[in-house]
């Protein structure tokens, strides 16, 4: 009995007993340990790219602002259409030079097969967060397509496409010829980018680096990302469709672009229809709009395909435009012809009251004496 005693009485090895002093009330923190090193958090990557590049995100930022308040107050610009005419090959020039050389913020179907690859397998931000330009850019562009479709990067922050309408103007001022397709032609042709897209996302199921190869159908990577330092046939094909251009308005991202072709699908889910302004008359009987639109987005019934609308907004001139709309022509032509009968009543009145006067001298008299 004393040995069992004595045996319970010694503490066991990894047990401690239970006295009235344990477990301590308060428990104070361990001392430091001196000659001991916590080695730092490590920050992600893209942070530190992130604050390398904050010039180019702050004039980024400050482009979108300034395309945003071009879009909110799109009716005045289209009412001054001189105005509207700088403010947009301005910012064409901003989109390819600060965006597209600069920035290297050519957005790429790529980067579109890559984001539904990666929902797939194993979505992670990191690896979207490393290139700031491109992650702002898509986030802005996201948004525009709920709110205006696809037309808003179209027609103003695609580099390449910036770069067509730059090539178009000069054609224009030089008076080159402007040559289109007929319509059973072109309806055929717009669904070639349709193809190119599906093809690439069936290949892309299989391999992503592969699929970037056959991706080389853009010339983005020729003209933008390597400003044209690359093999020559590379160089020759990028060369030939910025030609085409001249004579054909932004004829690639008409009929070849899958970047628009994968845009316009999630831009057909957009939360407005108002932005683009039309009127009854609009193509029953007028064609004006649908004539003028080079891009050929305006159907013959007069509606607007925001499928392939790159949102210039020269409809929207003619909209405001009392010389070339034929609802305003008509409009202002009745206000004329009653400005002008009135005119004449005015200038009738004076000489009949003469006429009556003459006639009846007394009566000037009479009305004298009242």
Same mark, same amino acid.
């Given at each position: 009995m004393a040995k069992r005693a004595a045996s319970s009485s010694r503490p066991v090895h990894g047990a401690l007993p239970l006295?009235?002093?344990?477990?301590?009330? =308060?428990?104070? /923190?361990?001392?430091? @340990?001196?000659?001991?090193?916590?080695?730092? @958090?490590?920050?992600?990557?893209?942070?530190?790219?992130?604050?390398n590049r904050s010039f180019d995100i702050a004039v980024l930022a400050v482009g979108l602002a300034t395309l945003s308040f071009i879009l909110i107050?799109?009716?005045?610009? *289209? @009412?001054?259409?001189?105005?509207?005419?700088? +403010?947009? =090959? $301005?910012?064409?020039?901003?989109? %390819?030079?600060? !965006?597209?050389?600069? $920035? %290297?913020?050519?957005?790429?179907?790529?980067?579109?097969?890559?984001?539904?690859?990666?929902?797939?397998?194993?979505?992670?931000?990191?690896n979207f967060l490393i290139d700031p330009m491109l992650f702002i850019l898509w986030g802005f562009v996201a948004t525009t397509l709920l709110l205006w479709g696809r037309g808003v990067y179209c027609g103003w922050l695609c580099p390449f496409g910036a770069l067509q309408e730059l090539i178009l103007l000069a054609s224009r001022k030089l008076k080159l010829p402007e040559i289109e397709f007929s319509d059973a032609v072109h309806e055929r042709l717009v669904a070639l980018k349709y193809i190119i897209l599906i093809l690439l996302f069936g290949v892309s199921l299989q391999s992503i680096s592969e699929a970037a190869w056959y991706a080389e159908v853009e010339p983005f990577k020729t003209v933008i990302s390597m400003r044209f330092q690359r093999e020559w046939e590379y160089v020759l094909y990028a060369l030939i469709l910025i030609g085409v251009a001249a004579f054909n308005r932004k004829f690639?991202?008409?009929? %070849?672009?899958?970047?628009?072709?994968?845009?316009?699908? /999630?831009?057909?889910?957009? %939360?407005?229809?108002?932005?683009?302004?039309?009127? @009854?008359?609009?193509?029953?009987?007028?064609? +004006?709009?649908? =004539?003028?639109?080079?891009?050929?987005? !305006?159907r013959t019934t007069g509606e607007i395909n925001a499928n392939e609308c790159h949102y210039c907004l020269d409809c929207q001139v003619i909209y405001y435009n009392d010389k070339l709309c034929l609802p305003l022509i008509d409009r202002r032509k009745r206000r004329e012809q009653q400005l002008v009968r009135g005119q004449e009543n005015k *200038? =009738?009145?004076?000489?009949?009251?003469? +006429?009556?006067?003459?006639?009846?001298?007394?009566?000037?008299?009479?009305? $004298?004496q009242h």
């Open positions: 006295t009235p002093d344990f477990p301590p009330q =308060n428990v104070a /923190p361990l001392p430091a @340990k001196p000659g001991t090193w916590t080695p730092p @958090k490590e920050e992600p990557a893209w942070i530190a790219i992130w604050q107050f799109q009716d005045w610009l *289209a @009412k001054h259409p001189t105005a509207l005419t700088y +403010v947009r =090959n $301005g910012f064409h020039v901003y989109t %390819l030079f600060f !965006i597209g050389w600069w $920035g %290297l913020a050519q957005l790429s179907v790529i980067n579109v097969l890559t984001f539904v690859s990666s929902v797939m397998q194993g979505f992670h931000w990191e690639y991202c008409k009929y %070849l672009c899958p970047l628009g072709a994968a845009l316009a699908i /999630p831009g057909r889910f957009r %939360l407005f229809e108002w932005w683009l302004r039309r009127r @009854k008359e609009c193509g029953k009987p007028c064609q +004006v709009c649908a =004539n003028h639109c080079s891009v050929r987005a !305006i *200038a =009738n009145t004076p000489a009949k009251n003469v +006429v009556v006067s003459e006639s009846h001298p007394d009566d000037m008299g009479t009305a $004298g």
